[in-house]
Nanobody, 118 residues
Framework: QVQLVESGGGLVQAGGSLRLSCAASGSTFSIPVMGWYRQAPGKQRELVATISSGGDTNYADSVKGRFTISRDNAKNTVYLQMNSLKPEDTAVYYC????????????WGQGTQVTVSS
């Protein structure tokens, strides 16, 4: 069984920063992709950023230059450094991992609230 534990969300003023963390535990044979998604009220869940085990990254256009995704493979942990936060970044942020152990499985974190005030 795999569990994802998120932390780091909170309330911050526009222009501020937050760092989200998500640690995967349990049967984590291989995690080729880790990422972050977010969902604002009344909107679809959207991709924020992903990172491969080799360090290749992908970002939504709306966060490029402001957010940085990274991972510690030894700790099975993914991070999202969020700088220059804007009110439109307000959402519940979910971490996601792809686990491969003879087959591929998707796992989602519980979500952490990020609120950016103007």
């Amino acid at each position: 069984q795999v569990q994802l534990v998120e932390s780091g969300g909170g309330l911050v003023q526009a222009g501020g920063s937050l760092r989200l963390s998500c640690a995967a535990s349990g049967s984590t044979f291989s995690i080729p992709v880790m990422g972050w998604y977010r969902q604002a009220p009344g909107k679809q869940r959207e991709l924020v950023a992903t990172i491969s085990s080799g360090g290749d990254t992908n970002y939504a256009d709306s966060v490029k230059g402001r957010f940085t995704i990274s991972r510690d493979n030894a700790k099975n942990t993914v991070y999202l450094q969020m700088n220059s936060l804007k009110p439109e970044d307000t959402a519940v942020y979910y971490c996601h991992v792809l686990i491969v152990d003879r087959a591929a499985y998707d796992y989602w974190g519980q979500g952490t609230q990020v609120t950016v005030s103007s």
